[in-house]
């Protein structure tokens, strides 16, 4: 018995180390349909991705910002978030890409240092990842492998979104992701259960939606406690808001923190932007003082930025005593907005109760609230508005220098100093940092950029007014001191010298991520460019039955094009699938609303689900281009033609499920899938020749002219 007892410890150690005596083994199901599909779809987008070796339609613009990103140089798309863009510059630091080449032409040869087939290599791979992603996806959703597998195969043969994901554009990285997002989140779903264009943003809404509706209906479930439900709803919370909001700061993030040197587009960014960037402003606002002080000289920037920046600028020039439409002016000395650096857009902040033009020692700085005059740096008249229609805005006041005629006018110059963004009421106006606006004292008029553009007799400068009618904050009315030096000559003659020398002070120019985030953000929702007619553009109406196509490149001397063109078959079939879902689900909702029930409530809410993700994802990726004023292109349907192919099974299934009762409909019904899905086959490989661009005869490019919309280009070849 004693031996026994000494034997225990020994044995539950023995039991405790058991796992030691036999080897770790690790089971896996490997679903090889999958694995072959994803092979397929690898092999169909990365085959020959190096041809052709030219650019590709809108290569033409992406490749402008990977150079960019190459060189660290700041630029604004408004297009969409970064991460797109960084992606595709990834693509280019991988191979070695320097950023030397002038992307300036469609079709131009690419030089030997573009490593083409690196820049184009993400964008297929996220083409070709989306064909297991469809699986997944019906899968999640409940439905069986065939309709999974068909999905996948419809996203396999579909030309437009080979054809996209070829080169190096963005659109089948956002499908990528609008896909990955909601097999995300369906996962997340279903494991309750068992216990970078903005387009993209819409999904993510949808998403949002849906997770609502799911939370709605655990509410009312008497089962689940309230501490469960918190736990449920802190779940959402964080997968769907606080994640997606810090991985949304954080490529803004590595976006300014990659490009930090000054470019082509700092002009339509704030002073204070643009001097936290190296080069360009930062060179010239380098080494000025902070705080604006009495006796200063400045260039006041109008923050708006539209229709392009200016500065506040005179000249010598005057008012015609009489404009074109009859109505008199004042006849003073010009104010207007300058879009150019010059020294007429020097100005000296004067104290109303001094004579002197120079910085007192100490300085005196200027506050929130303080009385001032401005007094044009090179002809020392004074910033004046009076009740004078101005030129162009007969509604606002005129803003002139002051020029005494000996009349009963008299000088209006006092205007108070009004800090937007102060901290305090006794705020210090800072350069490049302080947002201010000027109030007239004698009026209350606000200075401000009109945007209209004067005449020749004022050198189609931006005309300036004073509104009085001002209500609430605008950016028009909004200046910034964006170069200052702190004013030492006594005399004209030295003064005028002094406005022409460069400043070489002391100024802080940091800049917070969030301060530029905000600002950033802004611009991009806000900016908007120069739309231009483009001989492929098209309107949303024509994407549905794809009487539009593109022609992304032309052989320069053999038939070989390559085409944005769609499986005329699969675009068709998506369109009947939408059109039977929609007619099923009234049919079913009159039937219920009449207690009865023509399927089981499972299949019910399998049938509402799908809607929910794959017609709920093709409303909200289409309608909303029917809202928006820019050039549109066929690419931009390819999301919401996704959810579409989806929804192509997802009917089958119901149908041969629910309504092919007997075994000879079922039969019929299985004979007719099968030629269908031999028709989409054979539509596929019709069109595979401008999908990858093969060399075509003028008869062959005549024969896949389906459409008379459609614009295949026929040229006549040389013998």
Known sequence: VGSKKQGRPGQTFDRMLGFLKKPVVVTAEINLSLVALTVVGLMSRLWGLSYPRAVVFDEVYYGQFVSLYMKRIFFVDDSGPPLGHMLLALGGYLGGFDGNFLWNRIGAEYSTNVPVCSLRFLPALAGALCIPLAYQILVELRFSHCAALGAALLILLENSLITQSRFMLLESILIFFILLAVLSYLKFYNLQRHRVKYMGLFTYMLLLVI????????????????????????????TLLIIPVATY?????????????????????????????????????????????????????????????????????????????????????????????????????????????????????????????????????????????????????????????????????????????????????????????????????????????????????????????????????????????????????????????????????????????????????????????????????????????????????????????????????????????????????????RKIYDIPEDAWQLWVSAGQICVGGWVVNYLPFFLMEKTLFLYHYLPALTFQILLIPIVLQHLSDHLCRSLLSKSMFSALTVAWFSSVCFAYRTFSPVTYGEPLSVAELKDLRWKDSWNILIRKQGH
Not at 213 to 237: E, P, T
């Open 249 to 593: 700061l954080s490529f803004f993030y590595v976006h300014l923190t990659l490009l930090y040197r000054s470019g082509p587009h700092d002009q339509i960014m704030t002073s204070a932007f643009q001097a936290s960037l190296e080069g360009g402003l930062a060179r010239i606002t380098q080494g000025q003082p902070l705080e604006v002080a009495y006796g200063s000289q400045i260039t006041l920037r109008n923050v708006l930025g539209k229709p392009m920046q200016c500065w506040l600028h005179s000249h010598t020039n005057t008012y015609p005593i009489r404009y074109e439409n009859g109505r008199g002016s004042s006849h003073q000395q010009q104010v207007t907005c300058y879009p150019f650096k010059d020294v007429n857009n020097w100005w000296i902040v004067k104290d109303p109760g001094m004579q002197q033009l120079v910085v007192s020692n100490p300085p005196r700085p200027v506050r929130h609230g303080h009385i001032v005059q401005l007094v044009h740096g090179i002809t020392t008249r004074y910033l004046n508005t009076h009740d004078v229609a101005a030129p162009l805005s007969p509604h606002s006041q005129e803003v002139s220098c002051y020029i005494d005629y000996n009349i009963s006018m008299p000088a209006q110059n006092l205007w108070r100093v009004e800090i937007v963004n102060r901290e305090s009421d006794t705020d210090v106006w800072k350069t490049i940092l302080s947002e201010v606006r000027f109030v007239h004292v004698n009026t209350s008029a606000v200075l401000k950029l009109s945007g209209a553009s004067l005449p020749e007799w004022g050198y189609r400068q931006l005309e300036v007014v004073g509104e009085k009618l001002s209500k609430g904050y605008h950016q028009s009315m909004v200046w910034n001191v964006e170069e200052h030096r702190y004013g030492k000559s006594q005399e004209q003659k030295e003064r005028e010298v002094e406005l022409h020398s460069p400043t070489r002070m002391d100024i802080s120019k940091n800049l917070s991520f969030m301060a530029k985030f905000t600002e950033l953000q802004w611009k991009i929702l806000t900016l908007k460019n120069e739309d231009t007619e483009h001989k492929y553009s098209s309107s949303a109406l024509d994407w549905i039955t794809m009487d539009t196509n593109i022609a992304y490149w032309l052989h320069p001397t053999s038939g070989a094009q390559i085409h944005l063109l769609g499986n005329v078959c699969t675009w068709a079939s998506a369109n009947v699938a939408a059109v039977v879902y929609t007619c099923l689900s009234l049919w079913y909702l009159i039937r219920r609303r």
């Open 211 to 238: 997770a609502g509706l799911h939370f709605w209906h655990m509410l009312g479930d008497q089962n689940l406690s309230n501490v469960s439900l918190v736990c449920h709803f802190l779940a959402r919370g964080l």
